[in-house]
């Protein structure tokens, strides 16, 4: 099982090397992490981890939220999740 992204390596992929954006990137990043949980649906905590894919799309989606300061639809982070979400929604 792989682990979540850090702060540091969204700072390596920004290319941020200050500490003035530590935490808005924390932030950032959370949010990241929290989207790709919701994005593969029925995340139970403590017993769902995340694998390779899982947590390099959080990062993709971090990185994009980070250089477009908006909602990005990374086609990248969706990609990594194919065959990972529990959840369809239905209209």
């Known amino acids: 099982m792989a682990t979540w992204p850090t702060v540091s390596e969204l700072k390596a992929r920004l290319d ?3 500490t003035d954006w530590d935490d808005q ?3 950032l990043l959370a949010a990241a992490i929290a989207e790709t949980k919701l994005r593969v649906g029925d995340w139970v ?3 769902d981890q ?16 980070g250089m ?16 990972k979400r529990r959840r369809i929604g239905i209209a």
Do not use: N
Request: no cysteine; net charge negative; hydrophobic share 40%.
């Open 68 to 83: 477009t300061g908006e909602d990005a639809a990374s086609p990248k982070a969706d990609r990594l999740l194919l065959g």
């Open 25 to 27: 990137l924390t932030r």
């Open 16 to 18: 941020v090397t200050s």
């Open 50 to 65: 995340p694998d390779d894919a899982l947590a390099q799309s959080a990062l993709e989606r971090a990185v994009a939220y």
């Open 45 to 47: 905590e403590g017993v």
